[in-house]
């Protein structure tokens, strides 16, 4: 998909199309086909590498600069429909005369910038526009943190207050590890995006950015924003890996035991119906026993057999075996 926007003076969002490109436009490509990249490394003269690095999902996140471009590739978070988390690379080239997103993807952090929120951004101020991506993608890291801690919080409180004191399912454990997991991306990520900021800080005032990227006060500021949210997520992912971790072995525990409990009642019933069992098999041997021809046998050996049972039922009883 290819979508070529430019901001009016007045605000809204005017869409382009190949044919009608203008300087100052922004190029949003998502899962593009060969023809696409080529038609649009063609018209912008921008390096083929740049255009597919977006397109490996395992790519990491840098920078590259040319003569004519700047690729600054991040990795944005995502929900997935199922309610795990993941990270996309997205990537972020500024030329001369535009801008261009390539991702796999739609994603939440692109989809932000639209024609509801046109006067926030400007497809022509290309830096401030890149800052802002930047920025917007570490402010879903940050809500996306928060509802992996609210559902964390939910988990824990079925964990150890309702319905785990008797049960042994797994789903808390599976739950839990779909967090885990979706943490473990967004420490990978935060921490690449992080090294990407600081080179972008390192890099501001030197001469092949300038020639691309003019960098205001204004956009230093935001750029100092987007550097202290991502270092305020990346903590956030910390902390919340460590609870994370802490609360999948608390589950673990209560499932183990929840298991000993069981097994020590089957063991404790286990040995009460073996009691009247082993009495009943000594009076049933087909030899001479005692009270073959007593007329109530039957009724003694049972209450004999009751009388064990009970009275070895309340040893164990005392023992905290039920």
């Known amino acids: ?27 949003n490509i998502v899962d593009p086909t060969p023809y696409e990249l080529k038609v649009v490394g063609n018209l912008t003269e921008v390096e083929p590498d740049f255009l597919r690095s977006a397109l490996d999902d395992e790519e990491r996140s840098h920078t590259d600069v040319e003569d004519d471009s700047v690729m600054v590739l991040t990795n944005v978070p995502v929900m997935r429909e199922h309610g795990s988390y993941d990270t996309l690379p997205l990537a972020i080239i500024v030329t001369h005369e535009y801008i261009i997103t390539v991702c796999l993807e739609e994603t939440p952090v692109i989809s932000e910038f639209n024609q509801n929120t046109a006067k926030t951004f400007r497809t022509f101020k290309r830096t401030r526009f890149l800052f802002q991506i930047l920025y917007k993608s570490a402010t879903f890291y940050l809500r996306y943190l928060r509802q992996i801690s609210k559902l964390s919080e939910e988990i824990e409180d079925n964990v150890l207050e309702n319905n785990m004191r008797h049960s042994m399912r797994n789903q808390e454990i599976l739950n839990l590890l779909e967090l ?39 956009d230093e500021d935001l750029l100092e924003d987007v550097i202290i949210e991502n270092k305020q997520a990346r903590e956030m992912a910390d902390m919340y890996s460590q609870i994370l971790s802490r609360l999948s072995a608390t589950v673990s525990s209560i499932i183990s035991n ?19 069992t082993v009495i009943s098999s000594f009076f049933g041997m087909n030899v001479d026993v005692p009270m ?31």
């Open 1 to 27: 998909m290819l979508q070529i926007y430019k901001s009016l003076e007045s605000g809204p969002l005017q869409e382009l199309t190949l044919k009608t490109l203008e300087k100052g436009a922004w190029i």
């Open 180 to 218: 885990q997991k979706g943490l473990t991306y967004f420490n990978a990520s935060l921490r690449s995006n992080g090294a990407v900021l600081d080179k972008l800080m390192r890099l501001r005032s030197s001469t092949s950015m300038q020639t691309i990227l003019k960098v205001y006060e204004e």
């Open 292 to 322: 073959a021809d007593y007329p109530m046998a039957f009724t003694t050996i049972g209450v004999l057999a009751a009388i064990l049972t009970v009275s070895c039922g309340l040893i164990l009883w005392k023992k905290d075996m039920f």
């Open 258 to 276: 929840n298991l000993n409990m069981v097994m020590r009642f089957l063991a404790a019933m286990t040995i009460l119906l073996a009691i009247p």
